[in-house]
């Protein structure tokens, strides 16, 4: 039965009776249950609730029942439209910062925008996509925020920008790309390197130069100032330097769902060149519930994790197992990973020997991040 069959049937007026009532009302009930999957498709990922109604039906009773009356209004049952958001509105608490399950990890950051919100990176423009032109990749994520929203540290830290010109370094220039924007250089580094946080996009700075600030405060307020194309944040993560080259990817930074696990690629070619801006497509099984889409990296100013060499990431799905499937080469390839609770679950796959669904090697005692390893 189709959406629209569904409509017709629900919307149809009860006429109220003692007994035909609990039956048509039961009947209606499977209705809408049976309905209830047609709208649960896999580019929404929500379930539908019957909303109960107390709107009262406007059909006149035919001329041959004048004697009943309706003693309450009748329930219309109204569905939820179906909306574009491919993933649940619900997640679970993030795992309390620093969260690392293993030594290579680095889960460091809070979310800059709080629970009550979507906190999530949007997911057709992730770190290393490609919008506004070919050569332009994304050095961020960015997380959807009505205008206003409260921008929140996402660790301690010192302030050591809050201005326009963070991308063209003068101060005070309102065609800067990032728009009004703050920076933290954070208390703690990473293998002796000094992290830092960028928070753009504000239409209001609170956070002044100078001020230390820990994980939760107030920085400033979601706006669409800068190359936006409506309000949101776009938050960074850097090492080492604070530049526009020395970003890497939010979504190994930030605190997963408690429960949820996070999904790491290497995909190249028979040469062991990077496939660049590949879609592939991570569904959990069993199938009916949503399929999510990645690209791996963009050339460009991005750059790997120095443990994980990455060109794909995709945080927060749910405990479980997943088939990875996408086409290469006029072949269709898929495969099936586990992902586990606040864990890393690492790929590669390379044309000739296809899939390894196994860590990197250890790094040797003297692991640094070292120089950055940008994607050409
Ligand atoms: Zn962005």
Known sequence: MSFIDCEKVIRRPLRLRSAPLSAGF?????????????VSTAETGQTPTAV???????????????????????????????????VSGWRPPLYPVPWAVSAYDHFYFARPIAADNVNWPLAEYRYGGVFFAPNIVHTGVDIDANEGTEILAAGPGTVISADWGLFSGSAGNISDPYGQAVVLRHDFGYKGQTLYTIYAHMSEIIAVVGQHVETGDVLGLVGDTGATTGPHLHFEIRLGENTFYRTYNPELW??????????????????????????????????????????????????????????LVLSDLPAGLYKVAFEYLEKDFQFWVD?????????????????????????????LPGTPTVIP
Do not use: H
């Open 254 to 311: 930030m605190a997963p769902p408690q429960g949820w696990g996070i999904l790491v690629g290497r995909m190249t070619d028979e040469d062991g060149d990077l496939l660049n801006q590949f879609p592939v497509e991570v569904r959990p099984m069993p199938s009916e519930v949503p399929l999510r889409k990645v690209y791996t990296y963009a050339p460009g100013a991005v750059n790997a994790d120095p443990y994980y060499n990455e060109n």
């Open 52 to 86: 109960i109604a107390g709107e009262v039906a406007t059909q006149p009773l035919a001329e041959s029942e004048p004697e009943i009356r309706p003693t309450i209004a009748p329930f219309r049952f109204v569905l939820p439209t179906p909306g574009a958001e491919p």
């Open 339 to 367: 992902i586990y609770p606040g864990q890393v679950t690492y790929f590669t796959f390379t044309d000739e020997d296809g899939f390894q669904v196994k860590a990197p090697p250890v790094p040797t005692l003297d692991f």
């Open 26 to 38: 039961f009947l209606l009930i499977l209705l809408v249950v049976s309905c209830a999957p047609s």
